[in-house]
Every structure is written in C-alpha cells, then in structure tokens.
C-alpha cells in the first residue's frame, strides 16, 4: 500500500530527488541523511511547518537565518536584531525607497557583508522605506498589524508596543544585554532577556556609520508627520525613548513580534 508522507518544513532540511536505481528518496538534515524513502511506495507528500512555541528558536524561511526568541509579558520578541538582507546598499539616501546597510560595511556584495562581525552581531540596518517592507501607511496600534520586513507570522512594531515592553520590564537596564562585550559600559542585567545590543546608525548626512557600543536604535511603524518616522533609541546609560521622530533616511535596526 502506498503512503503519505508528513514532513515538517524546519531549519536546513531538505528532500532530495535522486533517479538512482532504487528511485530512493532522501531526508537530510544538515547535510546528514536522516530517512530514505522508496519513491515508488509514496503516494503524495505534505509540507506542514512546524508549531511556533515561545522562547524556542525560529526559522526565517527567506534566507534560513535562525532567531532567539522570548516571551516578555504578553508578547513574543525576537531576541536579536534582524538580519534579512536582500540587498545591501554602499552610499545611497532615500525617504522612499528601500535601503539595506551594514554597520561599517560600504560594498555592495551581500555575501561579504554577510560574512562580517557586525552583521553577525548587530543585523542589518534598514532605512524606514525597507523597515516597512516599501509601504507608506502606518500604525500607532497595539498590534500594529503591518508585517514590514519581518517574516510571515511576525510583523514590525509600533511605539505603542515598544511602550508595553518597557511598562513590563519596568528599568530599561532588563532589557539590555548584560556585560561590555558590546554596549560600552557594564550597565544591565537583561532580566527580560530582550538582549537590546548597540548597533548603531547609518547616518545620511555624512553617510557614515556610528554610535555602535553605545545606541541601539529600532524602527517603529509609527509616523507623526511626512519625511519622518518614530523610532525607539536605547542608550549606554541605560535610558530609553520611544517615539522619537527622524528622517527616515537613517539606517536603524528591526525587532519583529509575533502576531
């Protein structure tokens, strides 16, 4: 009798077609064979992604970058910046289209930018057009309901949200990753364990990439007026700001929610 075949779509999985003489089927896993299957004995294959549980590891499916994630209160944050890096932008400055940059990175080859500590650490920096995925609405709500650049299930935040982050940890030292590896002095306990890192900013006025180890920036989905979006900024000295209005040339990083 001919079976179904249930696979759950997870990180570096794959199926392998070989018109081998046994017409076998293989299952790998980073690079490992994990089952076989006689192709002649399948009747149809089904593709189920697995359930999402808070504070587990998720799988960005676009380009298989895996995030930590953490329940805080009632909502569910990625535990680090993204990293989703379509293209990467060297000196360009928009209000309207997307642009993707790379703290201290100024080619345009994105598997070199890829490939450097800062990405690796920090993510990647997005001005508001690429933050909000090219849109131009947008929402002060909780949620905000507008995906953004995150991935499907996930969606950009509004300051509204930020607000309830911070109302829950109550200090913004709970929220900062704890230690000087990164931020430039040894503030936080990163209670929380929200792990906000420094990353920085693209600055469009001079085109250069600063403030990492002492700001951590986010786009919000929220705007008060046109040519400007609110952001949130967390500095070295452990205070916060959500809300703060800036062109929206500059280049901060992303922290998506889960819907």
């Not at 676009?62 to 329940?71: A, E, K, L, P």
């Not at 598997?111 to 909000?132: P, V």
């Not at 967390?234 to 959500?242: L, M």
């Not at 990083?253 to 819907?259: E, G, L, M």
């Amino acid at each position: 009798m001919k079976k179904l075949l249930v696979i759950i779509v997870g990180l570096l999985f794959s199926v392998v077609l070989l018109q081998a003489q046994n017409e076998t089927m293989y299952i790998m896993q980073s690079g490992n064979i994990i089952g076989q299957h006689q192709i002649v004995d399948i009747d149809s294959i089904s593709f189920n992604e697995p359930v999402f549980v808070a504070g587990q590891p998720f799988t960005d499916l676009r380009d298989f970058n895996v995030y930590q994630t953490v329940q805080i209160g009632d909502q569910v944050w990625m535990a680090e910046n993204l990293k989703y890096l379509p293209e990467v932008t060297p000196s360009y400055n928009s209000d309207v289209n997307p642009y993707y940059y790379v703290y201290d990175y100024v080619g345009d080859d994105v598997a070199a930018a890829k490939a450097t500590a800062n990405y690796n650490t920090y993510g990647a920096l997005y001005n508001w057009a690429a933050a909000m995925d090219g849109g131009t609405s947008y929402d002060n709500g909780n949620p905000s309901g507008i995906q953004g650049i995150c991935p499907n299930g996930w969606h950009l935040p509004s300051s509204a949200e930020w607000q309830e982050l911070k109302d829950f940890a109550g200090a913004t030292s709970n929220l900062m990753e704890a230690g000087d590896e990164h931020w430039n002095y040894d503030v936080a306990d990163n209670s929380t364990g929200f792990t906000a890192l420094p990353g920085g900013m693209r600055n469009p006025v001079s085109g250069s990439f600063v403030d990492a180890g002492s700001n951590g920036n986010w786009w919000t989905t929220s705007q008060a007026q046109d040519g400007e979006g609110a952001m949130v900024n967390i500095d070295y000295q452990s205070n916060i700001y959500i809300g703060l209005l800036r062109e929206k040339e500059y280049g901060y990083s992303v922290r998506c929610v889960k819907n």
